[in-house]
């Protein structure tokens, strides 16, 4: 018990030394200052150069979506998730350790080129990462958790880090496995994370960048925001374009969808009117059973569709 104590005081006590340093220290190896320039860098971009030209500068909950950044990014580490999965992790290798097994690297990659073990560890994740966000579309519990991401309804570049704190935990619960048997680094993850990081907020941008044939490759705002698209396809109740970073995987497993310039398309989902707005309304979300349940988690979106078709 004293052992649990002491990884719960080390989360709390070591996080804050270590986001005090993060803010009082400005350096090249820095998470907070990467999210503020990142952030900036887009921002400044959505100004000069918006893709949708008439959404407002400062979109419907920029505002609350800049909060979402650093309590996302930071804050959640601070409050709970640091000092909380230190304890699971303490958990699992003590288990680990009971049936034998005391290291879980099943590939040397560290003794690899730099940039070798850098793209390995980069693809993995990803792949992970987008079966992942899969999941968060088709089952049912999950689907209301993600909800938050896609309660937006003007698209931009902060508009990335808005999601529930529950997503952290199954995106970080998922992946601990597949980048543990590949050794990744801090190192590797830290510059990894920056690059995903930056990607994110592009494909969440309000610009319109055309990558040519590395579109087939790199996630981006004409194709993400379809992700984001009121309306799915009849024939795809579940979502399109689940790439996080890498748009391949959609390609490649054909769940990508984009049929004509998206630029002023309707975001959200079907109730995203009545959703809540308020942050601490939205981190609680999710939690009370639904008043109705959907055979998916977004048919409801081809049953308007079909609805506003029959209308007109």
Do not use: C
Request: proline share 4%; hydrophobic share 45%.
């Amino acid at each position: 018990m004293e052992e649990i104590f002491n990884e719960i005081w080390n989360g709390y006590a070591g996080y804050a030394n270590y986001l005090w340093h993060e803010i009082t220290h400005p350096s090249w190896h820095n998470y907070f200052y990467w999210l503020i320039g990142l952030s900036l860098f887009f921002f400044a971009l959505e100004w000069i150069k918006p893709w949708n030209e008439h959404q407002p500068k400062f979109r419907k909950d920029f505002w609350l979506d800049v909060f979402y950044m650093f309590f996302n990014f930071f804050l959640f580490s601070l409050v709970i998730y640091n000092a909380a999965s230190n304890v699971v992790v303490l958990f699992f290798n003590r288990m680990l350790e009971s049936i034998g097994i005391t290291n879980l690297v099943a590939l040397e990659v560290m003794s690899w080129p730099v940039w070798a073990h850098l793209l390995l560890g980069f693809v993995v994740r990803d792949f992970v990462q987008w079966n992942t966000h899969r999941l968060l579309h088709r089952v049912p519990f999950l689907w209301e958790f993600h909800k938050v991401h896609h309660s937006v309804e003007q698209m931009g570049f902060a508009a990335h880090l808005r999601y529930h704190w529950m997503e952290t935990i199954v995106y970080r619960s998922i992946e601990y496995i597949p980048l543990a048997l590949i050794g990744i680094g801090l190192r590797d993850f830290f510059i990894i994370h920056i690059f995903t990081l930056a990607i994110g907020h592009f494909n969440h941008s309000n610009i319109r960048v055309n990558l040519g044939p590395l579109a087939y490759i790199f996630n981006n705002p004409q194709m993400h925001k379809w992700h984001h698209a009121y309306h799915m396809p009849a024939q795809r109740h579940y979502g399109v374009n689940f790439g996080i970073t890498l748009s391949l995987w959609d390609y490649l497993f054909k769940t990508d969808y984009i049929p004509y310039d998206g630029k002023e398309i309707k975001l959200g989902f079907p109730g995203v009117e009545k959703f809540p707005h308020s942050f601490w309304k939205q981190i609680t979300y999710g939690f009370s059973r639904p008043k109705k349940i959907n055979t998916t988690p977004r048919e409801e979106s081809a049953v308007a569709s079909a609805s506003e078709k029959q209308a007109v």
